[in-house]
C-alpha cells in the first residue's frame, strides 16, 4: 500500500475514534488533534519530497538531452574530422610523389644546364667582343647559381634560358655604349655602335674619328672620313636622337669556322 491511502485511512480512523469513543475533554483533543497534524507533516512533507524529485527529474532529464545532443554534435564533428584527415592524408600523398617527381626531374635537368651553360660561354667566346664586361659576369652569376645546391632547379632553368634570351636578342637589335679600346696602338674612350652581332662600330667623342673591329683580325681599326657621316648617322640612331633611316656601313670580311 501507497503512502497517500496510508495517510488517508490514519485520518479517517481519528475521526472514527474521536466520534464513537470519546474522551477526557483534554486528552480526548489532544489525542485527535495529534494523528491529524503529523499526517498534515507527513503529507506536507512528502509533497516537498516529491515536489524536489520533480525538479530534479526535470533537471536530469534537461540534462540527458543535452549531453545527447552534445554526442550528436561531437559525432558529426568526428565524420568531419576524418573527412579532413583523410583528404589531407591524400594530399600530402600527392605532394611527396610531385616532390619525388621533382627531384628525379631535377637529377636530370642538372647535366642539361650544365651543357645549356658550356654552349652559351662558347658562344660568347666565339663572338664579337661587345659588351665584355656585362656578358662575362653574366656568366659568372650563372656558374655561382648552377652549382648553388640551396638554389631551386627551376631557378637555375629561368635564369639559363633569360641569359640564352639577351643573346640571342642581340642579334637582331642594335646599341649604343662607351668603352676604352685600342685603336693603332693608343686607348681611346669612344661610343661603340653595335649592328646586331654583324659588326661593331666606333666613333670618338669628339666625333671627328671612327672604325670598326675587324673581326678577322680581332682589332679595332679606323676607317675612312667617308663613313664618319653614316656612323655618327648610326650612332644618333641608337642613341634616340634621330629616327631610323636607311644607312651604308662597310662590314667588312666575314669570319668563318
Given at each position: 500500500?501507497?503512502?497517500?491511502?496510508?495517510?488517508?485511512?490514519?485520518?479517517?480512523?481519528?475521526v472514527?475514534?474521536?466520534?464513537?469513543?470519546?474522551?477526557?475533554?483534554?486528552?480526548?483533543?489532544?489525542?485527535?488533534?495529534?494523528?491529524?497534524?503529523?499526517?498534515?507533516?507527513?503529507?506536507?512533507?512528502t509533497?516537498?519530497?516529491?515536489?524536489?524529485?520533480?525538479?530534479?527529474?526535470?533537471a536530469?532529464?534537461?540534462?540527458?538531452?543535452?549531453?545527447?545532443?552534445?554526442?550528436?554534435?561531437?559525432?558529426?564533428?568526428?565524420?568531419?574530422?576524418?573527412?579532413?584527415?583523410?583528404?589531407?592524408?591524400?594530399?600530402?600523398?600527392?605532394?611527396?610523389?610531385?616532390?619525388?617527381?621533382?627531384?628525379?626531374?631535377?637529377?636530370?635537368?642538372?647535366?642539361?644546364?650544365d651543357?645549356?651553360?658550356?654552349?652559351?660561354?662558347?658562344w660568347?667566346?666565339?663572338?664579337?667582343?661587345?659588351?665584355?664586361?656585362?656578358?662575362?659576369?653574366?656568366?659568372?652569376?650563372?656558374?655561382s647559381?648552377?652549382?648553388?645546391?640551396?638554389?631551386?632547379?627551376?631557378e637555375?632553368?629561368?635564369?639559363?634560358?633569360?641569359?640564352?634570351?639577351?643573346?640571342?636578342?642581340?642579334?637582331?637589335?642594335?646599341?649604343?655604349?662607351?668603352?676604352?679600346i685600342?685603336?693603332?696602338?693608343?686607348?681611346?674612350?669612344v661610343?661603340?655602335f653595335?649592328?646586331?652581332?654583324?659588326?661593331?662600330?666606333?666613333?670618338?667623342?669628339?666625333?671627328?674619328?671612327?672604325?670598326f673591329?675587324?673581326?678577322?683580325e680581332?682589332?679595332?681599326?679606323?676607317?675612312?672620313?667617308?663613313y664618319?657621316?653614316?656612323?655618327?648617322?648610326?650612332?644618333?640612331?641608337?642613341?634616340?636622337?634621330?629616327?631610323?633611316?636607311?644607312?651604308?656601313?662597310?662590314?667588312?670580311?666575314?669570319?668563318?669556322q
Open positions: 500500500m501507497t503512502r497517500k491511502p496510508l495517510i488517508a485511512a490514519a485520518m479517517a480512523l481519528a472514527f475514534f474521536a466520534v464513537f469513543f470519546p474522551l477526557p475533554s483534554g486528552d480526548a483533543e489532544e489525542r485527535i488533534e495529534q494523528p491529524v497534524k503529523d499526517a498534515i507533516d507527513i503529507r506536507q512533507e509533497q516537498k519530497k516529491e515536489e524536489t524529485w520533480r525538479q530534479e527529474k526535470e536530469r532529464l534537461a540534462r540527458l538531452e543535452k549531453l545527447q545532443k552534445e554526442q550528436q554534435q561531437l559525432k558529426s564533428q568526428k565524420s568531419d574530422l576524418s573527412e579532413a584527415v583523410q583528404a589531407t592524408q591524400k594530399r600530402l600523398a600527392e605532394k611527396n610523389e610531385q616532390i619525388a617527381d621533382i627531384e628525379q626531374i631535377s637529377g636530370q635537368i642538372r647535366p642539361f644546364l651543357e645549356l651553360l658550356k654552349k652559351l660561354k662558347l660568347i667566346n666565339e663572338d664579337i667582343g661587345f659588351l665584355p664586361k656585362e656578358r662575362v659576369h653574366r656568366i659568372e652569376r650563372l656558374e647559381l648552377i652549382s648553388d645546391p640551396e638554389a631551386e632547379t627551376s637555375k632553368y629561368r635564369k639559363i634560358m633569360e641569359a640564352l634570351l639577351i643573346e640571342a636578342e642581340y642579334g637582331f637589335t642594335t646599341g649604343l655604349y662607351q668603352e676604352t685600342s685603336v693603332e696602338g693608343q686607348k681611346r674612350l661610343n661603340i653595335r649592328l646586331g652581332r654583324l659588326s661593331l662600330f666606333y666613333l670618338t667623342l669628339d666625333r671627328a674619328h671612327c672604325g673591329f675587324n673581326i678577322a680581332d682589332t679595332w681599326q679606323p676607317l675612312s672620313g667617308l664618319l657621316p653614316q656612323i655618327q648617322t648610326a650612332v644618333d640612331i641608337a642613341a634616340k636622337r634621330r629616327s631610323a633611316e636607311m644607312l651604308t656601313l662597310p662590314l667588312g670580311r666575314i669570319a668563318t
